[in-house]
């Protein structure tokens, strides 16, 4: 059974659902993407002209039309292969043998993998376009004067206020725990007594999700696995709107050959893949705003 099951498809809504779960950067995912030529992904935009005056002699005035394609290659296609010994893998356990190197694979390599290339993607990408880099140091005292400013400037670049993502490195997220600026909500335990609940994870409507630091540099090496980049810097706070990239799953392979059909030796081959990619929408700069040093 194992040399004809890929078992990506088999496993496809349980991966979802732990993508879903545990890939910090999961809501950046963009559906219904069109690939053109299998690996380009192609995005027409629109730019129309504006009201003009009315002729109310010669009728409507007319603006122009440009319909302009952003043309992105995708680029990070992933793979690696294990090889079980037979003895290691009862013959009629085949699903969960595969299900085990799964879950242990996407759970301490592939999901940490994507959120680290995503989080580096948008950065290179947003500086390349011009973006500029916050590089102040921030503290309980500056946290959310911060945060106002990069508000600010997206509100005033008409970046859509609602679905707004603010990715922050746990003592990122301390800091706004223990703001002087925050008011702290008391909470009653059932007659067990009084707790303090300082758990943020909404600020102004704008979704906190709380990113290993590990997963937030500014460049990675991803020549074994995925490691910190000679000179990069860490990324402690990231406030994104989802609409300012694109970031797409193009392919995902997870297949367990049995003994026999490959020749590998006397054992199961296990090979999973995954191809895809994160690009910053050249004209959407202003939805990212980024603090690193």
Same mark, same amino acid.
């Given at each position: 059974m194992g040399n004809n099951v890929n078992y990506a498809t088999v496993f496809e809504n349980q991966l979802q659902q732990k993508y879903a779960r545990e890939l910090c950067t999961a809501?950046? #995912?963009t559906q219904g993407v069109n690939f053109v030529g299998g690996n380009v992904v192609k995005l027409p935009f629109l730019t129309l002209g504006g009201y003009r005056n009315h002729n109310r002699d010669g009728g409507f005035a007319r603006a122009d039309v440009t319909n302009e394609n952003m043309v992105k290659t995708l680029r990070h296609d992933r793979s690696v292969e294990f090889?079980? =010994?037979?003895?290691? $893998?009862? !013959?009629?356990?085949?699903?969960?043998? /595969?299900?085990?190197? #799964?879950?242990? +694979? !996407?759970?301490?390599?592939?999901?940490? !993998?994507?959120? /680290?290339?995503?989080?580096?993607?948008? +950065?290179?990408?947003?500086?390349?376009?011009?973006?500029?880099?916050?590089?102040?140091?921030?503290?309980?005292?500056?946290?959310?004067?911060?945060? =106002? !400013?990069?508000?600010?400037?997206?509100?005033? /670049?008409?970046?859509?206020?609602?679905g707004r993502i603010l990715y922050v490195t746990p003592r990122v997220n301390k800091l706004l725990g223990q703001s002087n600026e925050l008011s702290r909500?008391?909470?009653?335990?059932? @007659?067990k007594g009084s707790e303090i609940n300082r758990s943020i994870r909404m600020l102004d409507e704008v979704q906190i999700v709380v990113v290993p630091s590990s997963r937030m540099r500014t460049a990675f090496d991803f020549n074994e696995g995925f490691a910190h980049a000679a000179g990069s810097q860490q990324i402690h706070m990231l406030?994104? *709107?989802?609409?300012?990239?694109?970031?797409?799953?193009?392919?995902?392979?997870?297949?367990?050959?049995?003994p026999g059909? *490959?020749? *590998?030796?006397? @054992?199961?081959?296990?090979?999973?893949r995954?191809?895809?990619?994160? +690009?910053?929408?050249?004209?959407? $700069? @202003? @939805?990212?705003?980024?603090?690193?040093?």
């Open positions: 809501a950046l #995912t090889f079980v =010994d037979t003895m290691d $893998v009862d !013959e009629t356990n085949q699903v969960l043998a /595969a299900t085990g190197l #799964t879950n242990v +694979f !996407e759970t301490e390599h592939a999901i940490p !993998e994507t959120d /680290a290339y995503r989080v580096s993607q948008i +950065f290179q990408q947003f500086v390349g376009l011009g973006g500029v880099v916050d590089g102040r140091n921030l503290a309980r005292n500056n946290m959310l004067t911060i945060f =106002d !400013e990069y508000m600010q400037a997206m509100d005033e /670049a008409e970046v859509p206020q609602e909500l008391a909470t009653v335990n059932d @007659g406030l994104v *709107h989802p609409t300012s990239v694109i970031a797409v799953n193009k392919h995902s392979y997870i297949k367990l050959w049995t059909s *490959h020749t *590998h030796g006397d @054992g199961y081959l296990y090979q999973n995954q191809y895809q990619d994160l +690009f910053v929408i050249d004209t959407r $700069v @202003g @939805g990212i705003a980024i603090n690193a040093n």
